[in-house]
């Protein structure tokens, strides 16, 4: 069964400070891995997209890894701030089969940053 | 701006009624999915649409329907047969089928 596992699930820091999130799955095949960030009440928005072949893909402060070797993959914040705030969520895809549930999503990790 | 639209952000359902949620999209994406969540569970896909007037059921679909008579426009009914439907539930849409999703900003459901 296709699976994608968060951890930790909750986490606090302080505002300016860097974390990282992460994120293992067994699907196979594998397409594409994705990180979205859902503020809450909210619905979740892209934050990076990476294929089998990308190691690392970045935008602004945060920054993805991927290491399809060993299914892993980490998402990593960097100068931290309260907007940061939100629930992170892991993402993968298996290519194209016809069937009907090609996404596994994670739980999540929820993000609390702090003063 | 191009986007997708979910209406209403809350809605009460009493017991035995069904009730439908809106979703619309102005970025001409052929792809459209509802998803519902749950606290402590990933996203779970009901239904998707790869093209107007097709649709097809996801791992949840019983429970619910959708139509799909418009390229922008994506319904989903919550039906009486739904016997735990208070989550909050999800729209999306992508280009096509399988390439990256936009999501719109929910749909809160809850029982009265």
Not at chain 2, 44 to 58: A, C, M
Request: glycine share 8%; proline share 4%; net charge positive.
């Amino acid at each position: 069964k296709n699976q994608v596992e968060q951890s930790p699930q909750s986490l606090i820091i302080l505002e300016g400070k860097n974390c990282t999130l992460q994120c293992n799955y067994t699907v196979s095949p594998f397409s594409n891995l994705r990180w979205y960030k859902q503020d809450t009440g909210r619905g979740p928005v892209s934050l990076t997209i990476m294929t089998f072949s990308e190691n690392t893909k970045s935008n602004g402060r945060y920054t993805a890894t991927l290491d399809a070797d060993t299914k892993q993959s980490s998402l990593h914040i960097t100068a931290s701030q309260l907007s940061d705030s939100a629930s992170y969520i892991c993402v993968v895809s298996a290519p194209w089969s016809g069937t009907a549930s090609k996404l596994t999503f994670g739980t999540g990790t929820r993000l609390q940053v702090t003063l | 701006d191009g986007g997708i639209t979910q209406s209403p952000k809350y809605l009460f359902r009493k017991e035995g009624q069904n009730v439908t949620l809106s979703c619309e999209q102005n970025l001409n994406h052929d792809a459209m999915y509802w998803y519902r969540q749950d606290p402590g569970q990933g996203l779970r896909l009901i239904y998707y649409s790869q093209i107007v007037n097709d649709f097809q059921k996801g791992d949840i679909a019983e429970g619910y329907s959708v139509s799909r008579e418009k390229k922008e426009s994506f319904p989903l009914t919550v039906t009486s047969a739904q016997k735990n439907p208070t989550a909050f539930y999800l729209c999306a849409s992508a280009v096509q089928f399988n390439q990256p999703q936009h999501f719109g900003d929910g749909t809160r459901l809850s029982i009265l």
